[in-house]
């Protein structure tokens, strides 16, 4: 039977210090009730609209660029069908952004916002 190995100064791991939690900046005003639609399934933008909405938002955005536009308009449809069909659509604003990508090309995408208020 092996004896248990006992631990002395020479032999305790000095551990690094735990990595402090990110810190974001805090969202204020009308970025606070900004979605920003990207690669998750709609239903969990959808959750979030719904979140901010029942926490006394009455005006919220979707922002969406590129191949994410359709899941934007899929999650303003589901919004508005199934939880909230009193919400109207403000406004939609169609643009194009100048994007650098990772190799420094510049490029156009397209981007959508969808406002929705109650």
Partial sequence: MEEPMQTTEE???ETAPAPAPRQYPERTGADRNTIYIGKK???AYVLAAVTQLNTGANEIKLKARGH???R???TEEIIKNRFFPSLKIQQI???TEDVTSED???SKVSS???TLTK
């Fill in 72 to 74: 934007a308009v899929d």
């Fill in 104 to 106: 420094g090309r510049p």
């Fill in 68 to 70: 994410a536009i359709s």
């Fill in 11 to 13: 032999t305790r791991e």
């Fill in 93 to 95: 604003v169609l643009s």
């Fill in 41 to 43: 399934n709609a239903m």
């Fill in 112 to 114: 959508i916002e969808i």
